[in-house]
């Protein structure tokens, strides 16, 4: 979950790593530090807290460098302080530090440390690999080749050593890492948008690898010593796409991009005029898509609820069985997979690590893989047989939103590609669903449109501790998204139930201080969902409904009403997210929360 920002080059490293540091705030971080080497000399400054507590100590004692590390620090081992502040040294200054992961095997390796005369000042994992190395000879490479080779966990560490000058060292086993290619200078990341703004040729490490970066060149290795050869990837992202454009928060710039993503990301991939769907990128091909009998979509948090959706999609437009599983929980109950069955794993970041574990134990047991991501390069997506890429851009906010519906149009693809492989879509269904798809976007439009009513709504609400989120069918995984949003980032306890359940148990909670959200577009289940609401009057709740225009029943029993555009019912919950992504927004707003860094929450979760 901590950011990681590296650079060596011709510039005073300084201001790049703390611009670097700022464009990994949404990772979520608890404490900073910087590292630069100057002549020969180590300089380290860090602060417990906000950035801006660390930039406080820089002004008050400016430091220059020639290259350097910077990082932001999540607590995992030890307590946020300035002391357990990223980059640790080892007990002459000449080593430092930087490290996301957990180093499961770290208090035995402390020992034995401590027991050869090692002074440790910090409670965290990280500081023994700065003393690992301080006793290793040769080369920085190959003293990390051989530290490597002792830790378990996971890890990504990046090192400097002013008895080596003139270079960083990183490692990678498990979170993230990049290196970044520029012209007489060299960067490296925990992830692409600290360093985008300098550069957009990247190069992702894989588990068990190393690079030494100079100024003027990169060498790849895995932690044998034996050379690779990496290839760059181009990151089309423009860099303006994560700044706020005028808008007072990430969230709100990304909930308002989502007409482009969502577009962006059906490009290229259909055909109105044929009613084809084309994802080649999946290397899925219609003959391994026949042998099929079932699919297991796989995710965490928000891409979970986006699975449930999907899992209606690809019942309804494949005819193929589907489950959703958490990933976390997939590879702890040996799964019954195997070559008939298709894995899908979908994840933002393509760094998440409970899904790449998940990956690889579906792999292990034969199944077919398929990765939907954000992230072009990510590891997931080098892992998976295939990847159908989101197009969202880089998400900032840690609650996510775009990727969220980008997700969905990527599922209702993959659902339409399975139902045309298997010549199992119902007549005229592929080209409605297609011509819909088509329109999405304008629609999603229309929806944004409701934000100053939705502001008014959450200013009435904003006071209330407790609110039920209910849906049904395909609706209630937005349910589920709603509340989660609302928990997120303003606090306030929510919770997403079918609505169907509620006399099983939330009903006994309904009074006039329970605001109930519902889901209730026109669909197979409306006439069931406005009796569930007509119950909830009963009891003096107060309803905040989403429905279609000219929806008279609904007005007759909510008490506030946002109305919204039709659409098929599997391409609804893109339209039915929007209002509750504005409605948790505002209220979050309105309660004076940071909205784009939650407290306790951080982007990427790459350590279980």
């Given at each position: ?103 499961e095997n770290y208090l035995s390796l402390k020992e034995e440390l401590k027991g050869r005369g090692h002074r440790f000042r910090t409670e965290t994992d990280t500081e023994i690999v700065a003393h690992m190395l301080e006793e290793e ?472």
């Amino acid at each position: 979950m901590c950011g990681i920002v590296g650079y060596i080059g011709a510039k005073d490293p300084v201001p790049i790593l703390m611009e670097g540091l700022k464009r990994l705030e949404y990772r979520g971080y608890d404490s900073a530090g910087i590292a630069v080497v100057k002549d020969g000399v180590l300089y380290t400054e860090r602060a417990a807290g906000k950035i801006v507590n660390l930039e406080e100590k820089l002004r008050l004692k400016p430091i220059t460098g020639e290259y350097g590390l910077g990082h932001t620090r999540w607590a995992t081992h030890g307590r946020p302080t300035e002391e357990n502040a990223h980059p640790h040294t080892d007990c002459r200054g000449q080593v430092v530090v930087v490290h996301n992961g957990i180093i499961e095997n770290y208090l035995s390796l402390k020992e034995e440390l401590k027991g050869r005369g090692h002074r440790f000042r910090t409670e965290t994992d990280t500081e023994i690999v700065a003393h690992m190395l301080e006793e290793e000879e040769g080369d920085l490479e190959a003293a990390m080749r051989s530290v490597c080779r002792r830790l378990t966990g996971i890890f990504a560490l990046a090192t400097l050593d002013t008895r080596d000058p003139g270079k960083i060292v990183v490692a990678r086993m498990g979170p993230p890492l990049v290196v970044g290619l520029g012209r007489g200078e060299n960067f490296i990341a925990s992830d692409i948008p600290a360093i985008l703004h300098h550069t957009r040729d990247m190069i992702f490490l894989d588990d068990g690898e190393i690079a030494v970066v100079s100024r003027d060149s990169v060498q790849f290795s895995d932690f044998q010593g034996n050379m690779k050869t990496k290839t760059a990837s181009r990151i089309t992202w423009d860099p303006i796409q994560a700044e706020k454009s005028g808008f007072k928060h990430f969230m709100q710039k990304e909930i308002f991009e989502q007409p482009r993503a969502i577009q962006d990301t059906l490009v290229g991939r259909y055909s109105l005029d044929r009613s084809q769907v084309f994802i080649d990128e999946l290397n899925l091909p219609a003959e391994v898509v026949r042998t099929l009998n079932r699919v297991v979509v796989v995710a965490c948090g928000t891409s979970w609820h986006a699975a449930l959706c999907g899992r209606y999609m690809i019942e309804r437009l494949a005819r193929l069985h589907a489950e959703v599983d958490y990933s976390s929980e997939f590879r702890y109950r040996d799964p019954m997979v195997d070559e008939r069955t298709l894995c899908v794993f979908i994840t933002q970041s393509g760094e998440t690590a409970d899904t790449l574990a998940a990956l690889r134990e579906a792999k292990g047991k034969g199944a077919h893989t398929a990765a939907i991501c954000n992230v072009v390069g990510s590891m997931i997506t080098r892992e998976a047989e295939g990847t159908l890429y989101t197009h969202a851009g880089p998400e900032i906010s840690v609650a996510s939103t775009k990727a969220f519906t980008t997700q969905l149009v990527a599922l209702n693809l993959l659902a339409l590609y399975l139902g045309q492989a298997r010549g199992s879509l119902p007549e005229g269904a592929g080209s409605d669903h297609l011509l819909a798809l088509a329109h999405l976007s304008g629609l999603v439009e229309q929806v944004l449109a409701l934000e100053p009513q939705i502001e008014e709504v959450a200013r009435r609400y904003h006071r209330f501790r407790d609110f039920l989120y209910l849906g049904r069918g395909i609706q209630y995984p937005i349910a589920l998204e709603g509340a989660l949003k609302l928990k997120e980032i303003s606090y306030i306890h929510a919770e997403g139930y079918p609505s169907g359940e509620m006399k099983h148990g939330p009903i006994a909670l309904i009074d006039e201080n329970l605001p109930v959200v519902a889901v209730a577009p026109r669909d197979e289940v409306y006439e069931k969902l406005v009796s569930n609401l007509e119950e909830v009057k009963a009891r003096d709740g107060k309803v905040i409904a989403l429905c279609n225009e000219a929806d008279q029943k609904i007005r007759e029993v909510a008490d506030e009403v946002f109305l919204l555009p039709s659409t098929p019912a599997l391409l609804m919950p893109v339209l039915t997210v929007v209002p509750l992504q504005l409605l948790a927004y505002h209220i979050a707003v309105t309660r004076g929360c940071d909205v784009d860094q939650p407290r306790n929450l951080a982007k990427s979760v790459t350590v279980e």
